[in-house]
């Protein structure tokens, strides 16, 4: 029908060209746990993801062969029925997370990271193991908002949750011991000085009139 709505992003590419890309990103997701792309594609990427996930709880001949045609790396069909699976076994869903970052292209295109959750990666896991060792080396009380995501990201990892952010907590209070903060390292401008030359680029070159 001209004029109806989608659900789904095109991501200015063909449709054949646009699973290739989805699969591109997922195979990525899932051997990594962490990857980071533009804003839309990750939130395409997070859809397919999810599908997956689900597919390794159902553990069917069908699920896997469902799974195995969209990887590109046959070998992480393993991971996804293994250890992923049992990751999320008592989990209901949004097995995967968004998170908006500064822009990483030139163009100022909108870019996030594009985790699963519960990883050794997990950002909001790290950020809240920051917070958590900050206050505590300074003293401070717990605030409702640090207990808020700190119930998020322990709720579903049992104990051995609990051993890995109290061991993350050590090493941030270990970074931070002596009340020096940790110099973090600072990304290049998204838009280079015009007027400074770039490595193996030449300046600019003027024309008048």
């Known amino acids: 029908m001209v004029g109806a709505r989608h659900n789904y992003r095109h991501l200015s590419r063909s449709s054949a060209h646009r699973q290739a890309l989805l699969r591109n990103l997922v195979t990525s997701l899932f051997e990594h746990e962490t990857i980071t792309t533009t804003w839309h594609k990750a939130k395409e990427a997070q859809a397919l993801a999810d599908k997956l996930v689900t597919m390794a709880k159902k553990n069917t001949n069908a699920s896997r062969s469902k799974a195995q045609a969209i990887f590109y790396k046959p070998d992480l069909l393993s991971k996804l029925f293994g250890p992923i699976r049992e990751r999320y076994a008592t989990r209901p869903g949004g097995y995967t997370r968004v998170l908006r970052i500064e822009p990483e292209k030139e163009d100022q295109a909108a870019s996030a990271i594009l985790e699963l959750v519960d990883s050794p990666k997990d950002m909001?896991?790290?950020?809240?193991?920051?917070?958590?060792?900050?206050?505590?080396a300074e003293g401070l009380p717990e605030t409702p908002l640090t207990r808020q995501n700190l119930d998020k990201v322990m709720r579903y990892r049992g104990e051995q949750g609990k051993a890995d952010f109290e061991e993350m907590v050590g090493r941030f209070k270990k970074l931070t011991a002596g009340g020096s903060e940790v110099k973090e390292v600072r990304k290049e401008k998204v838009y280079p000085d015009p007027l400074k030359p770039q490595k193996g680029k030449k300046g600019p070159k003027w024309r008048f009139g």
């Not at 909001?124 to 505590?136: I, S």
């Open 124 to 136: 909001r896991f790290a950020m809240t193991a920051k917070v958590v060792a900050r206050q505590r």
